[in-house]
């Protein structure tokens, strides 16, 4: 089983930039494709970005310029570097990992975004 612990969620003003991480369990993280989605209350949850294990990248249309997401290996860490925030993106914001082996998807718990002046 793999274990994913997200962190830097937070309050933040429009306009304002978080950074968030998703550490995973493991010494084969460089094998997993990893991904960040968010969900609010009512509607299905949602991919925000992700990155494969070569490090492509893909986002969703409405984070295109404003999310960056990369991933440190030697750390087993994926992160989610989001800027010019707006009230749109308050959420839960969860840490998605594929592993093949044969495939399997695991969550993190979720850290809450909530931009508000």
């Known amino acids: 089983q793999v274990q994913l612990v997200e962190s830097g969620g937070g309050l933040v003003q429009p306009g304002g930039s978080l950074r968030l991480s998703c550490t995973a369990s493991?010494?084969?993280?460089?094998?997993?494709?990893m991904a960040w989605y968010r969900q609010v209350p009512g509607k299905q949850r949602e991919l925000v970005a992700g990155i494969i294990r070569d490090g492509r990248t893909n986002y969703a249309d409405f984070v295109k310029g404003r999310f960056t997401i990369s991933r440190n290996n030697a750390k087993n860490t994926v992160y989610l570097q989001m800027n010019s925030l707006n009230a749109e993106d308050t959420a839960v914001y969860y840490c998605n990992a594929k592993v093949v082996g044969p495939v399997n998807d695991y969550w993190g718990q979720g850290t809450q975004v909530t931009v508000s002046s």
């Open positions: 493991g010494s084969l993280f460089s094998m997993y494709s």
